[in-house]
């Protein structure tokens, strides 16, 4: 058997799988010839993979696996041992005595992957035996970027990995994350001292997501639109991130009233109560979550369908991810994100005070360019991974509905005329309060109420010229003093406009222009890997019942749904309808152990579904 079919079989028996996913094979092989590597693919492209065979194809070694977070370490292993692979945590939320054993079972090379937090592994590798480092086959350091400076999420333990070369410099080093940009990921090379790794890069698209954003929409609208939304999706799970661990409460307090039983999840709360809600999420017991950033990155779910941003998130990185957690299955989901000008003035305050300004502002710049678009999104967000992605997606707002152009330069004038008769000292929400004639207290203080310009836009609404006026910002007509209180400042364009030199287009603010739709029946084309009984129906009916018999056998051995099987796993039971253990041993997912274990209970639901529509027809 070559290395390759021997990889192939352990594929096959240990997770049910066909096939290696694009560079999976090129990394596991380039691994096991003793290469470093830095591995960079989306979530859910397939990265635990890469790190897992070759621990399993190790006849006597193991792969030490370094990843951040406690929460997913020990889900990972729960998945792992549900398809019989020996894999271990140590880490501190293990007591002593467990910690114990499992470096027993090292020693006995009982163990194939050894998950452990950086901070364990390099107290805990001193004191082990040559006997149990010798057999080290390889390092892997998931979440890689955490250790850069210049990565969104910098965690100073991840530094100390920078001696592992030196002490063996004979095992393989394999860095892997969503989410690097080019400075991320070469600092990574430099901070792991892994200076000849081969880099790879898969494609950062996930075109099973849709990606949605809705401009201007702000307080009860917003709301209403959420409500509206979640109500598409009711029985499925969604993330909704929020950017203030109040604005979470409000929201699942908001949510839970109007009948969508919600929790809130921040960095604030007590170990204990976060680390309910997770499971409760994972278990499908609670559907939505209303969280900050502190929520996900410990998640490993495989069938989350919608991930709400109620305000803009601060970067592409931090977007990407968060997007990233939705469909990883595969199957279709959507990214909604709503998206105002307060929130672009909230994030330069945030960028502001960080350490480090410049970069943050200019990351926050790319992602307002994002936001506002008028031309394909997941256009921007690729090339802004340098990736290149030469089509339009057809799976964007903005390409399921083209902006409409018109001649706007009348309102142009209009703004612009608000800005200049102020002498350049209001900002964009004072502009909006003008043009539309409101006597807010600092209009009527300044008498701005006595400018020609007051209430000359009355008839676009609010959202409309929050809408406009962003644009225009986004069209160089002035710039933003963010030294000044954030007043608009005039600039030349912006003069040649107001004197009617040049005239400009605007993208006609689509009122309501909210219309994700309820999600198409699963196509063929976004299940590949069902392959040749895609063009079979699935049998809905049946799917229910099936992910009903898998939340009841998760919750008898107490592990989560998806660790029993995936949603895809479950589409493909109830198309390919197998009833012999032979006919369920091929569907996707199920492995040499997860057919043993699950093939009379979830064969006997088929059979009796079968049955009970013969008898109906
Ligand atoms: P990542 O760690 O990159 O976010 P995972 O390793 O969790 O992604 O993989 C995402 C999903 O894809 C998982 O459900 C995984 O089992 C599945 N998967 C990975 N590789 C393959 C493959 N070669 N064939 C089929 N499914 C795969
Ligand atoms: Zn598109």
Excluded at 139 to 154: K, L, P, T
Excluded at 304 to 316: A, Q, T
Excluded at 368 to 397: K, M, P, T, W
Aim: neutral net charge.
């Amino acid at each position: 058997m070559t290395r390759e079919e021997y990889a192939l079989a352990l594929l096959r028996s240990c997770y049910g799988y066909d096939s290696f996913r694009g560079q999976q094979w090129d990394i596991i092989n380039h691994t096991l010839d003793g290469g470093d590597s830095i591995v960079l693919m989306p979530t859910g492209g397939g990265k635990s993979l890469c790190y897992q065979i070759p621990g399993l194809m190790s006849e006597e070694g193991f792969a030490i696996v370094i990843s951040p977070l406690l929460a997913l370490m020990n889900d990972q292993i729960d998945a792992l041992q549900q398809n019989g692979v020996p894999a271990l945590a140590l880490n501190s939320e293990k007591t002593e005595n467990e910690n114990r054993q499992t470096v027993d079972l090292l020693m006995q090379g009982k163990v194939k992957l050894l998950y452990i937090s950086p901070e364990k592994l390099l107290s805990e590798i001193d004191r082990w035996s040559t006997s149990i480092t010798d057999r080290i086959c390889l390092f892997a350091v998931d979440e890689a970027h955490c250790i850069s400076q210049w990565g969104h999420d910098f965690r100073p333990e991840y530094t100390q990995l920078g001696a592992l070369k030196q002490r063996f410099p004979q095992v393989p080093i394999m860095a892997l994350t969503a989410t690097a940009d080019r400075i991320t990921r070469d600092d990574i090379a430099k901070q792991l001292d892994i200076p000849e790794a081969r880099l790879f890069i898969s494609s950062f698209d996930r075109p099973n997501i849709s990606l949605n954003v809705v401009q201007g929409s702000t307080g009860k609208q917003k709301f209403r639109q959420i409500v509206q939304f979640i109500n598409l999706h009711r029985n499925e799970s969604g993330i909704i991130y929020c950017l203030r661990r109040r604005d979470t409460e409000k929201m699942a307090d908001q949510l839970t009233e109007a009948g969508i039983p919600a929790k809130p999840f921040h960095a604030g709360m007590s170990v204990r109560d976060k680390q309910q809600i997770q499971r409760d999420f994972i278990n499908d017991d609670l559907k939505v979550v209303c969280a900050t950033i502190a929520f996900g990155m410990g998640i490993d779910k495989s069938n989350v369908r919608y991930v709400i941003h109620s305000n803009m998130p601060r970067n592409l990185e931090g977007y990407y991810q968060e997007i990233g957690r939705a469909g990883r299955d595969g199957l279709p989901a959507e990214a909604l994100m709503f998206y105002t000008y307060g929130d672009v003035v909230t994030l330069q305050q945030f960028a502001q005070q960080s350490g480090q300004a410049y970069v943050n502002m200019e990351k926050l710049r790319r992602m307002q360019q994002f936001a506002e678009s008028g031309v394909c999104r997941r256009r921007i967000l690729l090339s802004y991974f340098n990736e290149r992605f030469d089509h339009d997606c057809h799976n964007c707002d903005i390409c399921n509905n083209p902006p409409d152009r018109f001649d706007g330069t009348r309102y142009a004038q209009m703004a612009l005329s608000a800005i200049k008769r102020t002498d350049e000292q209001i900002s964009m929400f004072t502009v909006t309060e003008i043009l539309r004639g409101w006597r807010k207290a600092e209009v009527i203080e300044k008498g701005y109420d006595r400018i020609k310009t007051f209430g000359v836009g009355h008839d676009l609404t609010v959202p409309e010229w929050n809408a406009y006026l962003l644009q225009m910002l986004q069209m160089g007509l002035f710039d933003i003093a963010y030294n000044e209180s954030n007043h608009l400042k005039i600039t030349e364009y912006g003069n040649e406009v107001l004197y009617g030199r040049q005239t400009i287009e605007l993208n006609r603010y689509q009122r309501g222009s909210f219309n994700v739709k309820k999600r198409q029946p699963v196509t063929e084309a976004v299940i590949p890997e069902i392959g040749a009984t895609a063009t079979k129906e699935m049998d809905n009916a049946l799917f229910e019942k099936l992910r009903d018999l898998r939340k009841a056998l998760a919750t008898a051995s107490h592990i989560a749904p998806y660790m029993v099987f995936s949603d895809k796993s479950l589409q493909a039971m109830a198309t390919e309808k197998p009833t012999t253990q032979a006919e369920f041993s091929i569907i996707y997912g199920v492995g040499t152990m997860k057919c043993q274990k699950y093939w009379r209970p979830f064969t006997a639901a088929i059979l009796d579904h079968i049955k009970l529509q013969k008898r109906k027809q």
